[in-house]
């Protein structure tokens, strides 16, 4: 039997007619290893600090059997006590599902919990409730439901619309558990308090809570909203949506006819042509065919929703007239691709040369590997800092000079940030230019340095060293060239999908200069194959019987989370496989960095 989850709600709410691809098992773009995302940011952290707040709570299991769980919880509900609470207990009304993160039935009703590890901000809370009366809605008139939160507070209604049929006329009351992201915590070690396990042989892996209740009971960390007025406000809305999707699932699977549009640009089911059965070519049509493709216009959206809705498919089928009228901030980028789709020939602006002559040897050109961590390790810290654990640098010390490459990652679950940048600075020293793809390296350098600070460690002048090697591009002094910025101000191929990702800009080059791909394996002693790209060079490793690669950023913060917080953190065979991944991809990286710098070079005067 078809049902409709909490998942597939939020799924369908983004387009209806996702819901049949998913129903139908088509492939996506999703990462579908329920470990690693579970492991992701360390968010598992959050759920089991909030269960504390909930002594006694019973937990259910995460069986397949919907019936079999909703069965349970229903009899758990049903027990002559005065308070029942339950952890992941299932909620089966017809075909509506959800599994609630915490269920408490009480004398006055039922009180549920959606437990998000999300931050939150007390005081925009508290402004917000000023104007508008809620915490979630928008400061703009007509003060909605704001964007970021409607989401979330959708999921809770759905639940809470399952449970009011289950139990007509008994009170419920709705609320969120999120993350106050200004509190400073009190307590050393809080990571420490996790422990990930495997059960039923292995295929099955849980979070438990080994710490001390009472410590995160004090923490203040998680804090609970009611939620019932904004609950109320959006039922019908929600109600009606779940309808519609219960509909298209019974009495047989049906799709709901698409609405083309902007959104189609990033949907998970967007994949190659040559994946069958394929949701964004039956959606498309023969519509999907032009390339590069009308939702690789780079910005714009009133103008792409124009487009779409007048049948334009291809970037190359836009008339200048229509550009005329659009004279917004991206009109003459726009104007670019356009033209260069249609030549099918990249665009270098005459000042990228100036740009790139700006470097001064040594060139070390750097990636850092960092995410938010949901809980930080030392007091005084907020949750979700940042912890940096990777990064890869190649170095070129003069023209004609061979690249050295040299890298450092972290093993160790304790606060990586300190230890990161002194063997940063080790490698890059008070001379040369640092060449990076994006202002995100930057931000982690000076974040380092004021956590530096704030613990009142004796690096000062390791903290002094990372502020000033993290000064903007333009001030006095400032070492770092970010090449992303040069790439949207500078330099276009109709070859990028409408991205300036270096994975993007790099695959375009790769296609149509040969020297890159010859130059890439006298780097690399690996021949590049002109159709797949060198982040298809990235080869996969088994590790528990399941091949995992790591070639995005995401994957590399679940890679490192496996390594480091993931149930066979002690294994070193395992350790040593996500080791290897991450430290594969982050080399990629900034060869990849080296690659379209001399590609460049070799385009402009910049000699």
Not at 180 to 196: C, L
Not at 333 to 340: F, K, L, N, P
Not at 344 to 354: C, N, S, T, V, Y
């Amino acid at each position: 039997m078809h049902t409709l989850s909490k998942s597939d709600f939020k799924l369908a709410r983004t387009c209806a007619t996702k819901l049949y691809y998913r129903e139908r098992h088509y492939a996506d773009d999703q990462e579908h290893d329920p470990y690693l995302q579970m492991l992701a940011e360390g968010g598992y952290m959050i759920e089991l600090l909030a269960r504390q707040l909930f002594p006694g709570g019973v937990t259910l299991g995460h069986g397949h059997d919907a019936a079999a769980g909703a069965a349970e919880t229903l009899a758990l509900l049903a027990q002559e006590k005065l308070v029942v609470t339950l952890f992941e207990g299932t909620l089966l009304a017809g075909r509506r599902l959800a599994r609630v993160d915490i269920l408490r039935k009480g004398p006055e009703g039922f009180d549920l919990y959606e437990v998000k590890s999300k931050g939150f901000d007390p005081e925009d809370a508290e402004k917000r409730r000023a104007r508008t009366g809620s915490a979630f809605k928008s400061l703009k008139k007509p003060h909605g439901i704001a964007s970021e939160w409607r989401e979330h507070l959708e999921d809770v209604t759905y639940q809470v619309t399952i449970l009011r049929e289950l139990f007509p006329g008994v009170a419920v009351r709705a609320h969120l558990i999120l993350v106050d992201e200004t509190r400073e915590v009190e307590f050393d070690g809080m990571p420490d308090w996790f422990r990930i396990v495997r059960e039923d042989e292995g295929r099955v892996s849980t979070a438990q809570f080994v710490g001390d209740p009472e410590l995160a009971r004090r923490s203040g960390i998680t804090v609970g909203i009611d939620v019932s007025a904004e609950v109320a406000e959006l039922e019908p809305e929600v109600r009606a949506a779940s309808d519609l999707f219960v509909s298209s699932l019974e009495p047989t699977l049906t799709k709901i006819p698409p609405q083309l549009g902007g959104r189609c640009r990033n949907c998970e089911f967007r994949l190659a042509p040559e994946v069958v059965p394929n949701g964004f070519l039956e959606c498309w049509g023969a519509r999907a065919a032009a390339d590069p493709h009308v939702l690789e216009l780079y910005q714009g959206r009133d103008l792409l929703e124009e487009l779409i809705r007048d049948g334009v498919d291809g970037i190359a089928e836009i008339g200048e007239d229509r550009l005329a009228s659009h004279s917004g901030a991206y009109a003459e980028r726009q104007r670019i691709h356009v033209r260069h789709a249609r030549s099918g020939e990249e665009w270098i602006d005459e000042a990228l040369g100036p740009s790139l002559a700006r470097a001064e040897w040594p060139l070390h050109f750097i990636d850092f590997e960092a995410a938010g961590l949901a809980l930080p390790h030392h007091r005084g810290m907020r949750p979700y800092g940042r912890i940096a654990w990777q990064w890869s640098c190649h170095t070129m010390t003069g023209p004609g000079a061979p690249l050295e490459h040299t890298e450092y990652i972290n093993l160790d679950p304790a606060w990586p940030n300190a230890r990161f940048a002194t063997s940063l600075r080790e490698r890059l020293g008070d001379r040369g230019t640092i060449l990076v793809w994006s202002a995100f390296e930057a931000g982690i350098l000076r974040t380092i340095a004021d956590e530096l600070t704030l613990l009142g460690t004796s690096e000062h002048a390791l903290a002094d060293w990372l502020r000033a090697t993290a000064l903007p591009p333009d001030a006095p002094g400032a070492r770092i060239i970010d090449l992303l910025d040069l790439c949207r101000e500078h330099y276009y191929h109709p070859r990028m999908g409408g991205s300036y990702s270096i994975k993007a800009v790099l695959d375009a080059i790769w296609r149509s200069a040969p020297e890159v791909r010859a130059r890439f394996a006298e780097l690399t002693g690996t021949e590049g194959n002109a159709d797949l790209g060198p982040y298809a060079a990235l080869p996969p490793l088994l590790i528990n019987g399941v091949p995992q690669t790591v070639a995005e950023g995401t994957g590399a913060v679940r890679a490192y989370f496996a390594m480091v917080y993931g149930a066979e953190r002690d294994d070193p065979a395992v350790s040593a496989a996500w080791r290897k991944l991450l430290l594969d991809y982050c080399r990629l990286d900034t060869l990849a960095m080296v690659l379209i710098w001399e590609h460049w070079r070799s385009r402009t005067r910049a000699h």
